[in-house]
């Protein structure tokens, strides 16, 4: 018997692991993709002369120098913060590939792979690992421990990816990344992946199948739901008299908005937000009810309040949504969970609709055809609507006896988050993370476009802001993107300004400077801990964190970063700032608006809670208060355990139909 012999290519592992990541397409609904947009990166002595001598071989013999771009970055956690916020912009259809070396390079990453998995979105890490044979160990940077020589500190990655695989022969790279690329196609488990590629390992040479480095498509599905549990949906949905919709994340990844609007026009069911699905109908539509939860409207909590049937698309139901159990008051309430993910469709004991969020609301509507709830919850609707939006203008355009009030005629955050938000076009992207804004964002934003409004609020990371506004620009340079963060967040991670200025990224930050932490401030006397360590400030001669306030000038760091910076103090010069940002050359770089902030004027209160546990004891006196508050909210919290299929104790008098 004869054996065709295959062609093939001589190639080191790094180089061919840069060769097929050039040749990988995503494709939905017939649209064909690139799939990886590039490779961030950061070399060091563990991947410089093996994915680093890859890329720029790649770059000088390559047909298209631009078909797998090399962007170096100055911080590797902030790196895979970039490759997420593109891939989310992108709605998980591409993405970016990120590479560190040995050691405290790769661990960086740990963050951001923890966040992309959170928030289910696809990004490739490649950490260097130390020498797979072991020559002369240990070598730099490598952990040693004595029952397991096996172990890397990338073992770390392996909880916090969707998919890990630790190269050590040549010959079990395809495995890999044919396995890496299916989970990051797969919209039911993409998160990080991550292939561990040893130094000495990297820099081997191999003869490669030329396959292996053929264009290749890789379909991105849009499961349809059982017509079955679509029914059984309808069935549910019929009964209830006060039902409420909570769109969440998938909503956008779906590209279901246009679904989601017409089935809410056909139905009349108000609709309520995550942080992730914010945005899902536009400001102002009648069945837009904002955001719901812990940081949500109280239009959209007291409807959740109330609700008999919550039917959850695309959302995996966090504690900021749920109030942490809270929000959901109704007897019986039950649940309809639609979501491309059993895992996320199985919870809070929900009716569950395995696939993707258009089908399955398409389906539904359909299922639902000529339903409409009573008229009575959608007047209530508009009612608690229009009360809401009047809190809205009242935070973005405080009254005199608010302003009087501040201090140093300092600006109030709400004021800032609404100069931002009616001075801006309605495309621009507004992105937060961390702090006291993203709750604010939730409960004030008027979001006017499906993709102006991106807040990472899985992992809520301090420092993700200024480089995933590199990567929503990378994704679309069509639209402005506002990076809102606090000094806080700032301080975290200022350092990809120096990135944008080197890709010429024109990205606008507005730094709000409130010398403190100001959303851990709030929360620590609402606990009765009095703010204790949340505000910058020198020590004093007693011990204590009490001094004067820290000099810290942020201005001068982002200036020091080159980062074009507009110092404001008064409403005028911020709208003033706005639009000398917007003007800003599309490659003039990095804008930073300073503006500093009263943290003592929060924003209107969402009438919610979540659940940050009180000590049970204390001597301090607001400690007790807190706690004796804190119990009555933990005697509201429900299981969430009532079996969708169980009928209503009392049957609805009217058919709502």
Known sequence: MSTARHSTVRLTVAQAIVEFLAAQYGERDGQRRRFFAGVLGIFGHGNVAGVGQALLQHEQEAADPHRLPYVLARNEQAMVHTAVGYARHEDRLATWACTASVGPGSTNMLTGAALATINRIPVLLLPSDTFATRPSAPVLQELEQPYAADITVNDAFRPLSRFFDRITRPEQLPFALLGAMRVLTDPAETGAATIALPQDVQAEAHDWPVELFEDRLWHIARPPAEAARIAAAADLVRQARRPLLVAGGGVHYSGAEEALLAFAEATGIPVAETQAGKGSLPHGHPQAMGGVGATGTTAANALARDADVVIGVGTRWSDFTTASRTAFQGDDVRFVNINITGFDAGKHAGLTVVADAREALDALATA????????????????????????????????????????????????????????????????????????????????????????????????????????????????????????????????????????????????????????????????????????YRYRSADGRLDGPGLPTDLAANARSLGAHVIEVRTRGELVDAIARAKAWPADGGPVVIHVETDPLCPAPDSESWWDVPVGATSTIPSTQEAYTKYARHKNAQRPYLTPASRQPRTSPTESGD
């Open 368 to 535: 639902l055809h000529g339903h409409r709830v009573p008229a009575e919850h959608e007047k209530r609707q508009a009612a608690l609507w229009a009360a809401w939006d009047e809190q809205v203008e009242r935070s973005y355009h405080p009254p005199a006896e608010v302003t009087d009030r501040l201090a140093d005629g300092l600006l109030t955050q709400g004021t800032v988050l609404g100069c931002v938000n009616e001075h801006t076009d309605p495309r621009d992207v507004v992105l937060c993370a961390a702090g006291s804004m993203p709750g604010d964002l939730h409960k004030l934003w008027r979001a006017r476009d499906r993709k102006a409004y991106h807040v990472e609020y899985g992992y809520s990371c301090m420092g993700y802001e200024i480089p995933a506004a590199l990567g929503v620009r990378l994704a679309d340079d069509s639209r402005d993107v506002f990076a809102l963060v606090g000094d806080g967040g700032y301080l975290m991670m200022p350092t990809e300004l120096t990135t944008a200025v080197q890709e010429r990224i024109k990205v606008i930050v507005v730094l709000v400077q409130n010398h403190g932490f100001h959303s851990i401030g709030s929360l620590s006397e609402s606990v009765g801990s009095q703010r204790y360590g949340t505000r």
